[in-house]
């Protein structure tokens, strides 16, 4: 059974900081691996969908990489802003199955 | 092009009520699924519509609960005599037929508070 671990659980930065959040997977055989974000209150918005053969995406100031045979992903916020606190999922895909999700990285960023 | 769409978006209930969450996928999708994040919680897998195929309700958390998809586009989750811990927002998603690796696209939920 797929399980996601996301850590740190909440992370607190000055504005202008790069940071990492980490994704850890239990199993291997996986499709793919999608990084949301989500306000409070709100529902999920997709940030980057990185396939198993891909080595990482990346889109404006984010960045994705997936090491498959280690069970890990790591998301990379360069210059990060206060407009960026949120709550930031990932989810895993292993098929026509429903994603498994971690329990998330709660990010504030201090003005 | 229009997203998922779900209503409403905020439902307050007394306990022991029934209640009805509607979701629209986005046009063609033939795959739907219905998530739920309880306060402190992830997201956990609910129910899985597939096509014509039979649905996994694998994720249902008791028998309070059911769903339904009719015409293969609009789905209906129906939480039966209301419990407190039901209060959740409840997220449906939508995916092409395309394959596995596709995208899942999600609504914006409903916020349902039993009191």
């Known amino acids: 059974k797929q399980e996601v671990t996301q850590i740190p659980a909440a992370l607190s930065v000055p504005e202008g900081e790069n940071l990492v959040l980490n994704c850890s997977f239990t199993?291997?055989?996986?499709?793919?691996l999608q990084w949301f974000r989500q306000d409070p209150g709100k529902g999920l918005t997709s940030l980057l969908l990185?396939?198993?053969?891909?080595r990482e995406q990346t889109s404006g100031r984010l960045n994705a990489s997936l090491d498959k045979s280690s069970g890990r992903s790591t998301l990379y916020i360069a210059a990060s802003q206060p407009g960026d606190s949120a709550t930031y999922l990932c989810a895993i895909h292993s098929g026509n199955t429903p994603l498994v999700f971690g329990k998330g990285t709660r990010l504030s960023v201090i003005a | 092009g229009a997203g998922v769409s779900q209503s409403p978006s905020n439902k307050v209930t007394e306990k022991g009520k029934d209640v009805e969450l509607r979701c629209d996928p986005i046009?063609?999708?033939?795959?739907l699924y219905w998530y739920r994040q309880s306060l402190g919680q992830g997201l956990e897998f609910l129910i899985y519509f597939q096509g014509n195929s039979a649905p996994d309700k694998s994720g249902l958390p008791s028998d309070r609960f059911s769903a339904e998809r009719t015409g293969g586009s609009v789905s209906t989750l129906t939480i039966q005599r209301t419990q407190q811990e039901d209060s959740a927002v409840y997220l449906c998603?939508?995916?092409?037929?395309?394959?596995?690796?596709?995208?899942?696209?999600f609504g914006p939920g409903t916020r349902l508070t039993v009191t």
């Open positions: 199993d291997s055989a996986i499709y793919n």
């Open positions: 046009s063609g999708h033939t795959a």
């Open positions: 998603a939508s995916k092409t037929a395309g394959g596995p690796q596709d995208e899942q696209y």
């Open positions: 990185i396939q198993s053969s891909q």
